[in-house]
């Protein structure tokens, strides 16, 4: 199996300059329109359509905790509604300056083991993949490997 037999062809994606509140709403109704649960992230494309960031999940959730918090005991310091308030005023902060810089992304034609290779070593719940000439054509997401191997198992 090839990374194009199992990607997601992308139709969707992130801008440098769209606001942490347009991606948020672009994840969720993509999710809506796809009748699926599980779109996790998008790639970030420079104007030539290039992959540039990865925008997750994880990384809206690290926008949303401040890192300072990091350095104390949060039974201390936390008041109820702290998250809510914490992600109203992110809403506005830009993709670029909380989206992931290191990518990596498969070409079409790597095989399903360079895939769970990379995600395995990079810790990575979705996967750009990526044409010849570098521009992004799909995405894996970890849950589509995961039933390509429990389909392996049980068959």
Not at 76 to 90: H, I, P, Q, S
Not at 93 to 107: G, H, L, Q, S, Y
Request: a negative charge; glycine letters at 6%; proline letters at 4%.
């Amino acid at each position: 199996m090839k990374a194009k037999d199992l990607m997601i062809p992308v139709d969707e994606y992130l801008h440098p300059e769209t606001t942490l509140k347009q991606a948020v709403n672009r994840l969720r109704t993509m999710e809506q329109e796809k009748g699926k649960a599980g779109v996790k992230g998008l790639p970030v494309l420079d104007p030539q359509g290039m992959v540039i960031g990865m925008l997750s999940m994880n990384d809206i959730l690290k926008a949303v905790h401040p890192s300072y918090l990091n350095l104390m005991n949060l039974g201390d310091f936390t008041w109820d509604g702290m998250v809510e308030e914490l992600a109203k005023k992110a809403a506005g902060r830009k993709i670029e300056d909380i989206m992931n810089r290191t990518v990596f992304a498969v070409k079409e034609n790597d095989s399903l083991m360079e895939c769970v290779d990379h995600m395995i070593k990079n810790c990575l719940l979705q996967l750009p993949v990526v044409n010849e000439s570098g521009h992004v054509v799909g995405m894996i997401f970890e849950r589509d490997v995961f039933y390509a191997v429990v389909k392996a198992i049980l068959e």
